[in-house]
T-cell receptor, first 112, second 112 residues
Framework: DGGITQSPKYLFRKEGQNVTLSCEQN?????MYWYRQDPGQGLRLIYY???????QKGDIAEGYSVSREKKESFPLTVTSAQKNPTAFYLC???????????FGDGTRLSIL | EDQVTQSPEALRLQEGESSSLNCSYT??????LFWYRQDPGKGPEFLFT???AGEEKEKERLKATLTKKESFLHITAPKPEDSATYLC?????????????FGKGITLSVRP
């Protein structure tokens, strides 16, 4: 079945550590997105990529970095510069310029 | 300022008690409005896309409608399995890039 796979489901970060969240899709979608979800908040866009080797900052990109070397993969690195990283992270994909976006089942990141 | 506002924040219904969820938006030049369902610990699941005022979409007990300023998600004779958070999002274009702006969601609880 086609879909989006995020891993790991749970992740713990130590102070000063960078961590990378994985997102893989087999839907043949051109566009991929990373969102952050906090309790009582809507989904906020971190980064998005409409095509391989190109990506744009979303509304809350500070403290995060991404790469898009392959069409099916869009990993997100939460750097030590992100001072409040505890959240539920969601990856999504869609056809180029198209919607709807299809979502993975998220990674919950916590601080040790 | 909020571009997408959902109300109420939470709604508790008795099984069989019909009601409506509201999503109002202030973006200009709406390209599309999307409804998603999200279960706890899961990614959002796509429900409907609406593109123009007057458009309606239905799926089982759910019906989505759109006006120039808001959308409603009508739930007819809900069942406990309809309990979830319902998210609304609007599509915007930034140059050649398309992105979604989400509301904070409405948590629906249906008691048997």
């Amino acid at each position: 079945d086609g879909g989006i796979t995020q891993s790991p489901k749970y992740l713990f970060r130590k102070e000063g550590q960078n961590v990378t969240l994985s997102c893989e899709q087999n839907l043949n979608h051109d566009a991929m997105y990373w969102y952050r979800q906090d309790p009582g908040q809507g989904l906020r866009l971190i980064y998005y990529s409409q095509i391989v080797n190109d990506f744009q900052k979303g509304d809350i990109a500070e403290g995060y970095s991404v790469s898009r070397e392959k069409k099916e993969s869009f990993p997100l690195t939460v750097t030590s510069a992100q001072k409040n990283p505890t959240a539920f992270y969601l990856c999504a994909s869609s056809t180029w310029g198209g919607q709807p976006q299809h979502f993975g089942d998220g990674t919950r990141l916590s601080i040790l | 300022e909020d571009q997408v506002t959902q109300s109420p924040e939470a709604l508790r219904l008795q099984e069989g008690e019909s009601s409506s969820l509201n999503c109002s938006y202030t973006v200009s030049g709406l390209r599309g409005l999307f409804w998603y369902r999200q279960d706890p610990g899961k990614g959002p699941e796509f429900l409907f896309t609406l593109y123009s005022a007057g458009e309606e979409k239905e799926k089982e007990r759910l019906k989505a409608t759109l006006t120039k300023k808001e959308s409603f998600l009508h739930i007819t004779a809900p069942k406990p399995e309809d309990s979830a958070t319902y998210l609304c999002a609007v599509q915007e274009w930034e140059g050649a890039n398309s992105k979604l702006t989400f509301g904070k969601g409405i948590t629906l609880s249906v008691r048997p």
